[in-house]
């Protein structure tokens, strides 16, 4: 008989377990205690020995279902545990938001059986749903405050907590060094149960895993603006130094020929006096091109033009440059 009550303490629950341990009681009583076939007692000190055994069957009935529980418990923190270190590799190697919580929906939906959305600011700070391939729910605008009200609060707020307790999804700050980078809004399949305080914690570190992956995708991407302002600095210093010099040159030019045209004019032979003009004029269309280019330029800065690409022949480039020298 107690074998009987631990095999249905170990594959059912509680009360079935109770039934069962009454129920041997009974059929001790009925089949092994005379008179048989009856549960009629005639010696009194049967009923201790009922007693005995009830208290006995119950509290093995308990302890097959405690131990039951902890090695379900366990199984359950050990896929948690698993799934939460495959998580962290995956995220360790994305760089893109969109891989980042598509991989993070995946393994909440599979842990805690869940429908999972997530909420990043725009420019004017509000939330706004990004869409994932996997998991994902409808919010709505009523969702959305709930939502909103945990970003701005660092809060969790909705299902199964004291904070709008009337939402239809659970919803967690993405807490990261630099501050809030999102929310993430779970509904569990059984809506009626909700989160148990071990879920909850486990939850917690999925939602911080992908919040730091977000925070260094956000750095990744603040550090390469930095390195191309800073290349664009520097061509740009480059580029003015290139044309005050290219400037200064025909200026030169064109100064020096115009005065010795000034001064010698009279002792200066016709064929020398020609050369001095047309080098002026050289320099003058020299000086036109630079500038032409410079205001191209500007313009092609500030987007007022499109710039079409064309493959140009390398040679071309050097030839001129000699050409110069």
Same mark, same amino acid.
């Given at each position: 008989?107690?074998?009987?009550?631990?095999?249905?303490?170990?594959?059912?629950?509680?009360?079935?377990?109770?039934?069962?341990?009454?129920?041997?009681?009974?059929?001790?009583?009925?089949?092994?205690?005379?008179?048989?076939?009856?549960?009629?007692?005639?010696?009194?000190?049967?009923?201790?020995?009922?007693?005995?055994?009830?208290?006995?069957?119950?509290?093995?009935?308990?302890?097959?279902?405690?131990?039951?529980?902890?090695?379900?418990?366990?199984?359950?923190?050990?896929?948690?545990?698993?799934?939460?270190?495959? *998580?962290?590799?995956?995220?360790?190697?994305?760089?893109?938001?969109?891989?980042?919580?598509? /991989?993070?929906?995946? %393994?909440?939906?599979?842990?805690? /059986?869940?429908?999972?959305?997530?909420?990043?600011?725009?420019?004017?700070?509000? *939330?706004?749903?990004?869409?994932?391939?996997?998991?994902?729910?409808?919010?709505?605008?009523?969702?959305?405050?709930?939502?909103?009200?945990?970003?701005?609060?660092? /809060?969790?707020?909705?299902?199964?907590?004291?904070?709008?307790?009337?939402?239809?999804?659970?919803?967690?700050?993405?807490? =990261?060094?630099?501050?809030?980078?999102?929310?993430?809004?779970?509904?569990?399949?059984?809506?009626?149960?909700?989160?148990?305080?071990?879920?909850?914690?486990?939850?917690?570190?999925?939602?911080?895993?992908?919040?730091?992956?977000?925070?260094?995708?956000?750095?990744?991407?603040?550090? %390469?603006?930095?390195?191309?302002?800073?290349?664009?600095?520097?061509?740009?210093?480059?580029?003015?130094?290139?044309?005050? %010099?290219?400037?200064?040159?025909?200026?030169?030019?064109?100064?020096?020929? =115009?005065?010795? *045209?000034?001064?010698?004019?009279?002792?200066?032979?016709?064929?020398?006096?020609?050369?001095?003009?047309?080098?002026?004029?050289?320099?003058?269309?020299?000086?036109?091109?630079?500038?032409?280019?410079?205001?191209?330029?500007?313009?092609?800065?500030?987007?007022?033009?499109?710039?079409?690409?064309?493959?140009?022949?390398?040679?071309?480039?050097?030839?001129?440059?000699?050409?110069?020298?």
């Amino acid at each position: 008989y107690l074998l009987g009550i631990v095999l249905t303490a170990m594959r059912t629950g509680r009360w079935p377990a109770l039934v069962s341990t009454i129920l041997s009681v009974a059929a001790f009583d009925f089949f092994f205690i005379p008179p048989f076939y009856t549960f009629a007692v005639d010696d009194i000190r049967y009923v201790l020995t009922f007693g005995v055994m009830l208290a006995v069957a119950n509290v093995i009935a308990r302890l097959t279902l405690r131990i039951r529980e902890q090695a379900e418990a366990s199984r359950k923190r050990e896929r948690s545990t698993s799934a939460l270190y495959a *998580l962290s590799r995956q995220l360790a190697q994305e760089r893109k938001k969109e891989k980042i919580f598509d /991989h993070a929906a995946r %393994h909440i939906g599979e842990v805690f /059986h869940s429908q999972t959305a997530f909420l990043i600011p725009n420019s004017q700070g509000e *939330l706004a749903p990004w869409e994932t391939k996997t998991g994902a729910f409808a919010v709505d605008r009523k969702e959305q405050g709930v939502a909103q009200w945990t970003f701005e609060n660092r /809060h969790p707020a909705g299902l199964g907590t004291d904070t709008l307790p009337g939402a239809r999804a659970l919803y967690l700050p993405m807490m =990261a060094s630099s501050g809030v980078v999102g929310v993430v809004g779970i509904i569990p399949e059984d809506a009626g149960r909700g989160f148990d305080p071990e879920d909850l914690h486990f939850l917690e570190s999925f939602v911080n895993q992908t919040a730091m992956a977000m925070e260094r995708t956000i750095l990744a991407k603040e550090a %390469h603006e930095e390195r191309l302002k800073a290349e664009t600095q520097k061509v740009r210093n480059a580029f003015l130094s290139s044309v005050s %010099h290219d400037l200064r040159t025909p200026l030169a030019v064109v100064a020096g020929a =115009a005065s010795t *045209l000034q001064e010698k004019d009279a002792s200066l032979e016709k064929r020398a006096r020609l050369e001095l003009l047309s080098t002026i004029r050289e320099e003058t269309e020299r000086l036109e091109r630079i500038i032409r280019n410079v205001l191209n330029l500007t313009r092609l800065e500030s987007g007022t033009i499109t710039l079409k690409k064309a493959w140009q022949p390398l040679e071309e480039i050097i030839g001129a440059a000699m050409n110069r020298v």
